[in-house]
């Protein structure tokens, strides 16, 4: 399918299940549903886009593309139990009102009474597979309604093998209605690709760590890990820590790390904007991945484009995003993770090696192609 293809088809695109999610510096949510979109508008530009999400979350960077109507929606509030209340009944008569050839849900999860038919966004599985994490009655909410959207659903897309097969594994899902579509690298970081690399500018070197507090990110091993390298003095290095709170918290994190004696070097940034991370990745001299569980994994690739060694689980969907460009790792072990980091900083061509792969695999991922595979799901879909 090329650019020229004329395609028209009123597709609606529900964004309301990603809440606040779509808050700046908030996670992926935001930037991946606005480059998505955008790349989906430009590839089939006679086609029209309507793009449902919160009121207080209006995706304005889509605003003023003629065929991108953007539908603020005041009735989905941030309280998340009256949003949900809202999605599941009033917000499947807004959805079908502009009468979708096919329906895009971008986060998991699709009205019962909503449009058909439409396609399922998969991005992610920790109700399932850490479901500690949630308060038991969100638990129970999140693992019957994503499993009754992603069976009911004409088509699902999963953003790596290894989040489809663990949907087949974990949901019984049918894989012949599972489609594999890699996600784009949004085109501000993509644009470090093609400039040198700028010279250090900070006085002390860091180790950064990018994500939402969630509790499979791992960050206590993480800090156990830092911990155990400083208390030999074998690097010199700060831990930044860029995301929002959520089941863990900055205080929590705050806390292990002084009850760990390294409070003075670990700098808890907070939620990021996306416009601002490229030039945390591009002066850190490593991004430490370690989650424990990955439908893809964003801030890998990111930091692989503005040539940010990367050290990464050995698990989930990391392995398939980063190939042979990130330093991998097992997330459970607290000395494997420790020897990584050491093993990338003080060795300086195997960062250099890990740079050069990295800016290289990077490009592999783009929007557009993203757009153009799922554009054809979409077609499939509708006919």
């Known amino acids: 399918m090329g650019s020229g293809r004329l395609l028209v088809m009123r597709v609606a695109v529900d964004a309301v299940a990603a809440g606040s999610g779509l808050l700046p510096g908030a996670g992926p949510l935001r930037h991946t549903t606005v480059n998505l979109v955008t790349a989906l508008a430009d590839l089939a530009p006679r086609s029209t886009w309507h793009v449902f999400c919160p009121a207080f979350a209006v995706l304005d960077e889509l605003s003023g593309r003629p065929n991108v109507p953007i539908h603020p929606l005041r009735a989905a509030v941030r309280n998340r139990p009256i949003r949900i209340l809202y999605q599941q009944t009033a917000y499947a008569h807004a959805l079908r009102r502009v009468r979708p050839d096919v329906t895009l849900h971008t986060v998991n999860i699709a009205p019962v009474a909503g449009p058909r038919p439409h396609v399922v966004m998969l991005r992610s599985l920790q109700c399932f597979t850490h479901p500690h994490q949630f ?4 638990r129970r909410y999140l693992q019957s309604a994503i499993r009754r959207s992603l069976l009911g659903a004409d088509l699902v897309v999963a953003g790596s093998s290894a989040s489809a097969a663990a949907a087949t594994r974990l949901l019984d899902l049918d894989p012949t209605r599972l489609r594999v579509i890699p996600h784009g690298l949004a085109p501000d970081i ?11 500018q900070t006085q002390r070197p860091y180790l950064l760590a990018v994500s939402t507090l969630y509790g499979h990110k791992n960050y206590p091993r993480l800090l156990q890990a830092f911990a155990s390298i400083r208390r030999r003095n074998a690097i010199p290095h700060e831990l930044h820590i860029a995301g929002a709170d959520a089941d863990l918290t900055a205080a929590d994190l705050r806390r292990m790390a002084e009850d760990l004696g390294v409070g003075d070097a670990v700098k808890l940034l907070g939620p990021v904007p996306h416009d601002r991370i490229g ?3 591009q002066q850190a001299d490593a991004l430490v991945y370690v989650s ?10 990111e930091a692989m484009a503005c040539g940010c060694p ?5 698990t989930t969907s990391l392995p398939e995003i980063t190939g042979d460009a990130a330093e991998l790792v097992d997330p459970t072990d607290v000395q494997a993770i420790a020897s990584a980091i050491e093993r990338v900083v003080t060795q300086p061509r195997r960062r250099a090696a890990l ?3 990295g800016r290289q695999r990077a490009r592999d991922f783009t929007w557009a192609r993203t757009a153009e595979r799922l554009l054809a799901v979409l077609e499939e879909v509708a006919r």
């Not at 308060?135 to 969100?138: E, I, T």
């Not at 569980?293 to 801030?299: K, M, S, W």
Request: charged share 20%.
């Open 292 to 301: 424990l569980a990955e439908t893809f994994g964003h801030p890998p690739l």
């Open 355 to 357: 740079v050069a792969r």
């Open 190 to 200: 993509a644009s470090a690709l093609d400039k040198p690399l700028p010279e250090r």
């Open 135 to 138: 308060h038991w009655l969100r």
């Open 310 to 314: 990367v050290i990464a689980s050995n």
């Open 279 to 281: 030039p945390l990745y």
